[in-house]
Nanobody, 120 residues
Framework: QVQLQESGPGLVKSSQTLSLTCTVSGGSITTGYYYWSWIRQPPGKGLEWMGAIAYDGTTYYSPSLKSHTSISRDTSKNQFSLQLSSVTPEDTAVYYC????????????WGQGTQVTVSS
């Protein structure tokens, strides 16, 4: 069974870069037609798709976040990462790494989520 686990700091200061890593076990991020995604949920709001990196390394980003979002991968460690630059308190959210069978939908495996708070 595929398992995903987010890791990274729980507190980031405004204007800094938020960096999270997702470690995948039970399956390779380079095989199968999967999209390894980042989704977040701010307090009291719905889920927001941020972006994804495909099995072939192609990246996709939400237009609203593209200017300060970067997703990369380390295939030797079977990990993929999120970097969100110039954060503000509005970036406070629970961040999830997710496997999807389509770019923007059909999520089948989720990490447990990690709370990130951006201090002003």
């Amino acid at each position: 069974q595929v398992q995903l686990q987010e890791s990274g700091p729980g507190l980031v200061k405004s204007s800094q870069t938020l960096s999270l890593t997702c470690t995948v076990s039970g399956g390779s991020i380079t095989t199968g037609y999967y999209y390894w995604s980042w989704i977040r949920q701010p307090p009291g709001k719905g889920l927001e798709w941020m972006g994804a990196i495909a099995y072939d390394g192609t990246t996709y980003y939400s237009p609203s976040l593209k200017s300060h979002t970067s997703i990369s991968r380390d295939t030797s460690k079977n990990q993929f990462s999120l970097q969100l630059s110039s954060v503000t308190p509005e970036d406070t959210a629970v961040y999830y790494c997710v496997r999807a069978t389509r770019i923007y939908s059909d999520y089948d495996y989720w990490g447990q989520g990690t709370q990130v708070t951006v201090s002003s």
